[in-house]
Structure formats: structure tokens, C-alpha cells
């Protein structure tokens, strides 16, 4: 084996996959995998790549993987949502590989580090946010985990939405109203440096808030159609109020209050939506509605997501999408038409009820991480209409043909979309070159640690701020140039104390990965509120079946989940 392949020795990556992508370091781990930063070795890009554990374990577990995957697929052409460069099965048929474009940090770490995001920076993350939610409802889904560790950010603080395993169709739950509520607990974090609502308990978090926001009216709090949530929620109101303001420091500026104001608000027909938010002074910045595209069309997926199938239906779909996107097909995704008088800026599936999108091109991998080897076409079972995977089903130690690997995207539906073209600061077009980007910061020993900066036309569009690279400096030795290109910014940020490190052994992961997998529950009862998920380790603790049934609620985040609300304020007080 020539030293160009040679494996980085990562216990949990298996060779197949160490042959094509050089693994470099452990970027972070959630309830469901571990997530390194990697180079793809034929093309030097950096890359993430997730290794979700026992992805089909349960068919709880089997339907977040596919609801992860084929979501993923379908939004990943919008500029502030991960894009999903490549799926590959694990040698197992348990594990699954999924490869991402590679982001620096995310938001929960770069909150962490303190006082590093500048008003402007808040600004365009918030903005950025909008976006991506506003194009996720448009399709009628919703994310249902927003949380600031999966809110991914580059150097130029790019946002980048990730984890798709809870996003669900709006056709199938009622849920809509939740997540600009959210995106009101994340502002709110960006500006107080910490969880704006940290309730110990549910019912404790549930009260923070209640305590902050507007008393809702009689009719508000009756549109809960729970006697006793309605009950709880007015004894609630009882307590003394400690407005939104006094929560916050008084340098907030008076737009930041406003929004949090609008979308922190009981009742979600008088909630600010994404779409509006995006009209919000506070944004005013950024905005530009040519450059926030909608969907005119309802994403489906292409299994009922309200039947659970077997764990073995759920993976022969998606390995029969991926066999799809092979064959050159693409993976579809069902769509539902919206009526007519869409935004001017909406993208249009090309076919009226299946789009197809694939991340991964026709071309297979070969031996040498060569994408040359054409795709054969697959034998399918015709008494169960199901791809037998002849020659798929256990991939060689190195890229063999049969290996279920599929490249990037080509193009993005939309020019509106590539987010190289313009520059969502300026609004000017920006080419292939990245404005300047600024060193990383790192949050030391966080699993999900990363860094975020500002960049040069965002400093620019500040002089009264002092901008994040001046800041961010005060740890570098050397002043750092302005204007390179991002991979520049890459390579001068190395030595940044704030720079996220390399784990002090890539082995020690070892234990991570059995960790994680002991929390995974399989058939275990819906769970009960307990402090367990509510510990600042949340994405540890609220792993499988719970985190599933839990939803995007976490406390350390501030984030409550409307299915958990209403099973709260139907079940009485022993079920808390
Ligand atoms: N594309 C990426 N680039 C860089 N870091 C990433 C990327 N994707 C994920 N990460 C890091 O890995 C962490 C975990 O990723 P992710 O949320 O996808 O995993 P998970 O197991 O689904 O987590 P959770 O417990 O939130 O469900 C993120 O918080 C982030 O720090």
C-alpha cells in the first residue's frame, strides 16, 4: 500500500473508509455518532464525517438514520443548511458513514467561549438562522432539534444548520409553531452568554418562561385544550414576573429586545414566523429577499413517516435510494405542489411529484478512491421489490465498486442558492474567494468545540465594533493578514490557542463509542421528564428512544418541544 493510503489509525473508522478519507481529528460527538475532521484523499478536501453507531438498532433508531439522510439530500443545496457530500455503509451493515462539508465550530461552542461574537456577528447568525427555517417550513418540514451545537458556523460565520435525524413533515405533526419560539431561546443565549431559560426540571423551565414572556390571554391559554395545562399554566402566571429586559444585560440593543420579544411569544398565531422575522430591523443588515429562497412544494419523504416500518424495511430503503442515486436516478423525495402565487424566488421541483436529488453522482468509487468505476446496475428481488445488493452488501477493505459512495452535488437548484456567488454582507457577488476569513477559536475539551470568527466585509460594515480578528488576535503572535482566501485562514490559525485541538489520542476514543451506544435505548416505554436529559451533557444523556421522544427539548439550551409541552400539561404531576 502506497504511504499516500496508509490509514490513520482511528479504532471506531474502518478501513474503507480510512483508505479514502485521512482522518485527523475528533470534531465532536452527539447522541448518535462521532463526528472527525477528515481530508477526502483524492481530492484534498477537508470533509466531516459522522459515523452514526448502530443506526438501524430499533426502528426508532432506523428512522432518524433515514429521515436524517434522505432530509438531508433534499435541503442541503440551501447556503445555511450542512451539505451531505456522501453516504457509506459500514462493513457491519449497522454502522453508516455519512461525509459533510467540514465547518469550523458551532454555535454552542462559540457561546461558550464568552464574549467572542460581536453584535454584528449575532446579527448575521440570527439572519442566517431565518433562512434556513424559513426554506425548511416552506417544504413544510421542520427541524425539531434546534439547539446552538447544531448550528454549525465557518471562520466567515457562516451558518450551517445540521442533524436531521427529528425533522418531520408539517402534513404529519402539528409542530409549527415551536421553532421560531426556539430560535427566540437562541438569540437570547447569543445575548446573555448562557441559556436564557435553564430550567432543573420541566415544569421549572416552563415556569422561567412563563415568567418572561407577555401573560398570554384567557383565550391563548385556552387554545391549549388541556383542563390541566391550562391550570398549571395559570398558576404560572401567578408568580412575579421578571421581564425579558432584566434577564438581559442593558447593553442589548433595543432591536435585539424587540425580536426576542416577537418571538418569544405564548400564542404561536401572534409568534413572529421565520419568514417575517426575516423582515426584522435587527436582520435589516442582511436582508435581502432575492437571496432567501422558498420551496413551492411540501417535502414528503418516500415512507409514511407516521407508520414505522421495520428496522430491515427501513434499511433496504435507503440503501435502495442510495443504489438509486448509483444508477444515476437520484434519490427521490416526493413532493406536494403548493398552489399558485409563490415567491418570485421559489425553486420549482422539476418533475410535479418526485424530485430527484442524489449527493452522491453516478460514479462509484474504485479500489484507489478513483471515482471512475462505473455504477452496475443492481439485481432487485421481483417477489419483494427489493434490491438484493448483489455486490453492495459488504464492502471491500478498500473503495470497491460495490461500495455504496456517491459524490457531491454538482449543482444547487437555484444560482440564488450558491452561496459562493454572493455575499450575503454586502450583498455583493463575491466569486470563489472567500472574504477574509479570521482565525479560529476553540473551545478546549468540548466535544463539539469549534470556532467562529467574523470576516472582512463584516468588519468593514461595523466601524464602531471592535471586530472578531482584532480579538481573536490577542492570542496569535503574529498579526494576521486580511483579505486571503478561507484555506488560508486555515492554515494561519494552527497554532491559535483557540484553535479547536487535536484530541490527545485519536485511540482514546474508543470508550466514547461504547458510551454512547450504552445510552441508546431500544423498546424502553416513553420516557418520563427526568433531570437526566436535562444535564448540561444533554446531548449524551438524551440519547435514543428519549431524545427521540424529547425532541428538541433541552434545558441547557432553552429549547422546549411542543409534543413534550402538550404531554406535559395533559400528564398530571406524579408523571413529571
Ligand atoms: N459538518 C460538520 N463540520 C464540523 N463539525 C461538525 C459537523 N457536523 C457535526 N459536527 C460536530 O459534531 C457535533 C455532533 O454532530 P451531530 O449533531 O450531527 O451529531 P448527533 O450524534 O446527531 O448529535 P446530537 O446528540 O445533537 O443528536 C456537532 O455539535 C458539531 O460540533
Not at 152 to 171: H, I, P, Q, Y
Not at 314 to 319: P, Q, T
Not at 551 to 566: F, R, V, W
Amino acid at each position: 500500500m502506497s504511504k499516500k493510503y496508509e490509514a490513520t489509525h482511528v479504532p471506531e473508522v474502518e478501513e474503507h473508509i480510512s483508505l479514502k478519507y485521512e482522518i485527523k481529528k475528533r470534531l465532536g460527538k452527539g447522541a448518535y455518532g462521532i463526528v472527525w475532521k477528515a481530508v477526502d484523499r483524492q481530492t484534498g478536501e477537508i470533509v466531516a464525517v459522522k459515523k452514526i453507531f448502530d443506526a438501524f438498532r430499533n426502528r426508532t433508531d432506523a428512522q432518524r438514520t433515514f429521515r436524517e439522510i434522505m432530509l438531508l439530500q433534499e435541503f442541503g443545496d440551501h447556503p445555511n443548511i450542512v451539505k451531505l457530500l456522501n453516504v457509506i455503509r459500514a462493513q457491519n451493515d449497522k454502522d453508516i458513514y455519512l461525509i459533510f462539508e467540514y465547518m469550523d465550530t458551532d454555535l454552542h461552542a462559540v457561546i461558550k467561549k464568552g464574549t467572542l461574537l460581536k453584535d454584528i456577528h449575532k446579527r448575521y447568525v440570527m439572519y442566517q438562522l431565518f433562512k434556513a427555517i424559513k426554506y425548511l417550513h416552506s417544504g413544510n418540514v421542520i427541524h425539531r432539534d434546534q439547539k446552538p451545537s447544531n448550528v454549525l458556523l465557518d471562520t466567515d460565520c457562516v451558518v450551517k444548520l445540521c442533524d436531521f435525524g427529528l425533522a418531520r413533515s408539517l402534513n404529519q405533526i402539528q409542530e409549527d409553531w415551536i421553532e421560531p419560539f426556539i430560535l427566540g431561546c437562541i438569540l437570547g443565549e447569543m445575548l446573555l452568554g448562557k441559556a436564557l431559560f435553564p430550567g432543573t426540571s420541566t415544569i421549572n423551565q416552563i415556569e422561567k418562561i412563563m415568567s418572561a414572556i407577555p401573560h398570554p390571554s384567557p383565550t391563548d391559554i385556552l387554545a391549549i385544550k388541556s383542563e390541566y395545562g391550562s391550570s398549571v399554566i395559570q398558576r404560572m402566571l401567578l408568580k412575579p414576573q421578571v421581564p425579558l429586559e432584566d434577564l438581559l444585560q442593558l447593553s442589548v440593543p433595543p432591536d435585539a429586545l424587540d425580536l426576542l420579544r416577537g418571538l418569544l411569544v405564548f400564542n404561536p398565531d401572534k409568534r413572529l414566523t421565520a419568514e417575517q422575522a426575516l423582515e426584522h430591523p435587527y436582520v435589516a443588515k442582511f436582508h435581502n429577499p432575492a437571496k432567501e429562497p422558498a420551496l413551492n412544494y411540501d417535502v414528503v419523504l418516500p415512507v409514511d413517516d407516521d407508520v414505522q416500518l421495520s428496522v430491515v424495511q427501513y434499511r433496504n430503503k435507503l440503501y435502495e435510494m442510495m443504489l438509486e442515486c448509483r444508477t444515476n436516478q437520484g434519490m427521490a423525495t416526493l413532493v406536494q405542489p403548493k398552489g399558485e402565487g409563490s415567491a418570485s424566488n421559489s425553486h420549482k421541483p422539476s418533475r410535479k411529484d418526485r424530485v430527484e436529488k442524489c449527493p452522491v453522482a453516478a460514479n462509484v468509487s474504485d479500489g484507489d478512491g478513483d471515482p471512475e468505476g462505473q455504477a452496475k446496475p443492481e439485481k432487485t428481488d421481483e417477489k419483494t421489490q427489493e434490491p438484493s445488493y448483489v455486490g453492495v452488501s459488504k464492502p471491500a477493505p478498500v473503495i470497491a465498486p460495490g461500495q455504496l459512495a456517491v459524490e457531491r452535488m454538482s449543482q444547487p437548484l437555484s444560482p440564488a442558492l450558491g452561496k459562493l456567488t454572493y455575499n450575503p454582507i454586502t450583498h455583493a457577488p463575491s466569486g470563489f474567494v472567500r472574504p477574509a476569513g479570521l482565525p479560529h477559536y476553540y473551545q478546549s475539551r468540548n466535544p463539539t468545540g469549534s470556532n467562529c470568527s467574523g470576516n472582512g466585509s463584516l468588519t468593514e460594515s461595523v466601524s464602531t465594533n471592535t471586530s472578531m480578528d482584532q480579538i481573536l488576535q490577542r492570542g496569535r503572535s503574529a498579526p494576521m493578514a486580511h483579505s486571503r482566501p478561507f484555506s488560508s485562514t486555515l492554515t494561519l490559525t494552527q497554532n491559535n490557542p483557540l484553535v479547536r485541538k487535536e484530541e490527545p489520542s485519536l485511540s482514546s476514543g474508543l470508550q466514547v463509542t461504547s458510551a454512547r451506544l450504552n445510552q441508546r435505548s431500544n423498546s424502553r416505554p416513553p420516557p418520563r421528564f427526568s433531570k437526566k436529559v436535562f444535564q448540561n451533557n444533554s446531548n449524551v444523556a438524551a440519547a435514543g428512544d428519549p431524545r427521540a421522544k424529547l425532541g428538541s427539548y433541552s434545558q441547557a439550551y432553552g429549547t422546549i418541544n411542543k409534543t413534550e409541552l402538550d404531554n406535559l400539561l395533559q400528564n398530571r404531576p406524579h408523571n413529571q
